[in-house]
């Protein structure tokens, strides 16, 4: 496997996510920012943080396997979320549980970082997920 997750001891723990990877493949995989849209570009749960969330995932699966990659070879998330404050953090975390098992999400996740942002491209949208992976 091209990619290695840990938390060194002296890290905060516990967190809902690595807080290293380590990657040794040649294959880089960027996914760009992905959103709670479907294939028409129809939006997809407005107003719903945890069902952006999901779906956004959902979307990001779609382009890791578009490059033959998984969350399993994900070395970094990146999460955008509008109007951000710490109490949308269960909101969050339902729409990333809503969806775990279906995309094979490991546990603890991916190094994440979590951007609060004033808003996104479009309106509506709550959320963007990027993701980093590598593969041999």
Do not use: C
């Amino acid at each position: 496997m091209a990619v290695r997750r840990f938390t060194p001891e002296g890290m905060m723990q516990p967190v809902p996510y690595h807080h290293v990877a380590v990657g040794t493949g040649t294959r880089h995989v960027h996914v760009s920012g992905q959103i709670a849209r479907a294939a028409d570009g129809s939006p997809s749960a407005p107003g719903d943080l945890a069902g952006q969330v999901a779906h956004a995932l959902r979307n990001t699966a779609a382009g890791l396997a578009g490059a033959g990659a998984t969350f399993a070879d994900v070395l970094r998330l990146t999460f955008y979320v509008t109007d951000w404050e710490p109490e949308k953090i269960g909101a969050f975390m339902e729409g990333v549980e809503q969806v775990s098992v279906e995309l094979g999400l490991p546990r603890p996740m991916p190094p994440a970082s979590l951007i609060g942002v004033d808003h996104l491209f479009e309106p509506d949208v709550l959320v963007e997920v990027e993701a980093t992976a590598l593969l041999d």
